[in-house]
């Protein structure tokens, strides 16, 4: 009833959210005589599990729930109570992630075969659920940690789950996808190790404006975009591309928009070679800003 | 496969002019066509670009995920794109197999390699043209696929280059190994402890993967 995939959170339709109602404990259909059905005794505990939501639901703990219609008044003697959250819902795909991933190949036809493939396969049925997400196959984990006979069909996997989500929820949830598009696939996963990027930035600025402020600036922009909740630091395996903070920075830090101002992106190269599951973004203390005064412009009309 | 020249505006061009208006118009269509022509022979073919001009040959290349590498005669390269995007198993050798035939015609070999049951991983391994008849009795498959070269013509730069686009149109449990025997020098990327890393990791220089006889 809960499908497949509906991890990755539904386009709201409206209409009632089903749920799943699993009953664990001493629920059994017994039934010595004609009637079929299990008489509870008072005070009982059962365990229902949610499978569905419309959206990022997250009730707080110990608060009361309700049933959605009442079938008889003895029904209102039941008293709900959530316990627990292991998957949180998610909500519609916004319009940055749906670019981002209508931008893989074309070639890929719901059948994972190539490696990309697995790795679109899980960020697509994965949406929101993680924070930093890196596949990779037999023959990089050989180029890291040396051969093995048990890396033969397997697939390496690290994970870090996002708020509300929790580490062996979403890694169950891997296996299940990777099984159902390849069951002769084995998973394996890989703690994750942080590497950040030591990001170094010498700006020029016309002299009316204060240095400490464009300094900033240019930090909250660059961890903005590549802190590590942002979307360029979801991906493993990955290089930094300059244009893209060229233009970042050209656009969004005012000082630098004028004519006279100049600045320059220096990315040294990894002195540890970065490994697959390295989760690699930018911090407060990797980023060093050094703000010059602008001599660009040599008409001396007090720039 | 050859790309052919626009088709010309004779029949246009050739077709009667009742007065001075028709004329006006057959010159201003055939003047407007004519111009247009570089940018239409785009469009026309944007869904089989692999008749288009190499430029958008090039640009689909990148969105459809092919590492489509610079060697040989263009109809090779284009007949290629269009085997990935047409005929692609996606499973299996079979697109490896073709474009190592596009790239060095006939003087390869491409086979998956078993392992010796008494050994350990990776050593022991074997062709499958090595073993007997029964080769499941003392050997299991493993997922490495060897490529054989023998054109003269490979440099261990060229190679380099080269890795990456082949390795990308495997599938995701295969792991690719070459070994090229030309010129009395026989190298192989297993050699040095360095197998392949790939994926936006400076590849270590050619002469520490190719530490076989001989300085390169």
Redesign the interface.
Known sequence: MAGPSNWGGSLTTGGASPVVVVVTGAAALAAPGPVVGYQPDSGEQFTVIVRDTHGDVRPAPASAMSFEYMGTPADSQMQLTFTALSQRGANPIDIATMRELVSYPSLYDRSAVYLGEFDFLLRRNLVYAYQFLSVWNEQIEEGVRGANVHNINRLFVTVVPADGVTQESIEAEIVRIIREADDSMRVSFVPRVIQLYAVSITAWVSVVHDPALVEAQIRQVLIDEYGPGSRAAQRGQELPRFKVIHELLSRKVEALRGSEADFDVVIPADVVAPRPENWRYVDNNSITVSIQIATANLSQFGR | MEVFSPPTLRPLSNSHEYDGLEADVKRLAIDLITRMRSAERDVNVSGAPHLGSFTLVERRVK???LALYRRGDEPAMRYLYRA??GR?P??GLHFLRAYLQLLWPNSWSCEQLW?AKNL???NGLAKESELGANPEITHFI??RVEVRLTDPSITPNQLLQVLRPL??T???????IFRVENDARAYNTEEA??????????LPEATVIFAGAGTI
Do not use: I, M
Not at chain 2, 193 to 202: E, H, K, Q, T, W
């Open positions: 969105a459809d995920g990935w995007v692609n996606k499973r392992q350990t991983y990776p493993t997922n390795r990308s495997l599938g995701a449990k295969f792991l690719l402890g360095s197998p392949l890393y790939l994926y936006n990791v400076a």
